[in-house]
């Protein structure tokens, strides 16, 4: 019972830092604004075996920002001790600061089969993540600022570990806009391209975990557009043999609201 408490406890306090920037809303949020006009939304959802398919609100990349995401392609990879199986699941948030400002994301979860001989005592998952964020609504007076996007996942257990993650530096240049390509994967090779419209993007946390503390994986653009942005990334998962998956999601925007 006390582990358990524990656990819930490092939880909120990973959820707290990722609303460093503002306020937590769980799925259904209510947003006032701030003095500085600059609001903040996040949702989570809590996933594992037992938790159908998730799609907040009709959630998942919506079909106009789809078009900003390019070539996702999957490669299997040649070699036989392992092998990439799913996707065992996706699941979607959507949220935003208000009708201008809205933001949407995508989780897909892959297993990574290995040979009995690289690993007898774990599993291995992969979760690949896209999400974006826009305030474009096709309102001609509308000149409201995406200022950041955020998407990731905070694992459950302090047992489970995150042992490999795409991207590894934060991206800015030379020029923008400029195509990204993100890539990872060891048992296949999971590829997505977007546009850098403008701004830098990277990981904003990263705590593979430990015996005391739960892991995180957090990617981020920040910037200030009018229009849309997308964000990608992935991490592998190492859980103890037939433990599952247990993990939230989180999906984070902020943004300025300003009608000339």
Same mark, same amino acid.
């Given at each position: 019972?006390?582990l358990?408490?524990?656990?819930?406890?490092l @939880?909120?306090?990973?959820?707290?830092?990722?609303? @460093?920037m503002?306020?937590?809303?769980f799925?259904?949020?209510?947003?006032?604004?701030?003095p500085s006009?600059?609001?903040s939304?996040?949702?989570?959802?809590?996933?594992?075996?037992? !938790?159908?398919g998730?799609? /907040?609100?009709?959630?998942?990349?919506?079909?106009?920002?789809?078009v900003?995401l390019?070539?996702?392609?999957?490669?299997?990879?040649?070699?036989?001790?392992?092998?990439?199986?799913?996707?065992?699941?996706?699941d979607?948030? !959507?949220?935003?600061?208000?009708?201008?400002?809205?933001?949407s994301?995508?989780?897909?979860?892959?297993?990574?089969?290995?040979?009995?001989?690289?690993?007898?005592?774990?599993?291995?998952?992969?979760?690949?993540?896209?999400?974006?964020?826009?305030?474009?609504?096709?309102?001609?007076?509308?000149?409201?600022?995406?200022?950041?996007?955020?998407?990731?996942?905070?694992?459950?257990?302090?047992?489970?570990?995150?042992?490999?993650?795409?991207?590894y530096?934060?991206t800015?240049?030379?020029? !923008?806009?400029?195509?990204?390509?993100v890539?990872?994967?060891?048992?296949? @090779?999971?590829?997505?391209?977007?546009?850098?419209?403008?701004?830098?993007?990277?990981?904003?946390?990263?705590?593979?975990?430990?015996?005391?503390?739960?892991?995180?994986?957090?990617?981020?653009?920040?910037?200030?557009l009018? /229009?849309?942005?997308?964000?990608v /990334?992935?991490?592998?998962?190492?859980?103890?043999?037939?433990? /599952?998956?247990?993990?939230?999601?989180?999906?984070?925007?902020?943004?300025?609201?300003?009608?000339?």
């Amino acid at each position: 019972m006390n582990l358990q408490k524990n656990q819930m406890a490092l @939880i909120f306090i990973a959820l707290a830092l990722f609303a @460093i920037m503002g306020t937590i809303y769980f799925v259904s949020t209510t947003n006032a604004p701030s003095p500085s006009k600059e609001n903040s939304s996040i949702a989570t959802v809590h996933i594992d075996p037992s !938790v159908e398919g998730y799609r /907040g609100d009709g959630g998942g990349i919506t079909r106009e920002m789809s078009v900003f995401l390019k070539n996702e392609t999957i490669s299997p990879e040649s070699s036989s001790s392992c092998q990439l199986t799913g996707p065992l699941r996706t699941d979607s948030l !959507v949220t935003s600061t208000d009708s201008n400002i809205t933001a949407s994301a995508q989780y897909t979860l892959y297993k990574e089969e290995f040979n009995s001989t690289y690993d007898s005592s774990h599993d291995y998952y992969l979760v690949w993540m896209k999400a974006a964020g826009s305030s474009m609504l096709g309102i001609p007076e509308n000149n409201s600022r995406i200022t950041e996007l955020r998407a990731g996942i905070i694992l459950e257990q302090v047992s489970d570990r995150i042992t490999d993650w795409s991207p590894y530096t934060d991206t800015s240049g030379p020029a !923008v806009p400029h195509e990204e390509t993100v890539r990872m994967g060891r048992c296949g @090779i999971l590829s997505e391209t977007y546009t850098l419209e403008q701004g830098s993007t990277g990981v904003i946390s990263l705590s593979p975990g430990s015996s005391n503390t739960t892991a995180d994986f957090i990617i981020r653009w920040g910037g200030e557009l009018n /229009g849309t942005q997308v964000i990608v /990334g992935g991490t592998e998962i190492q859980v103890p043999k037939n433990a /599952g998956y247990n993990y939230t999601v989180v999906l984070g925007v902020n943004g300025t609201n300003v009608r000339e």
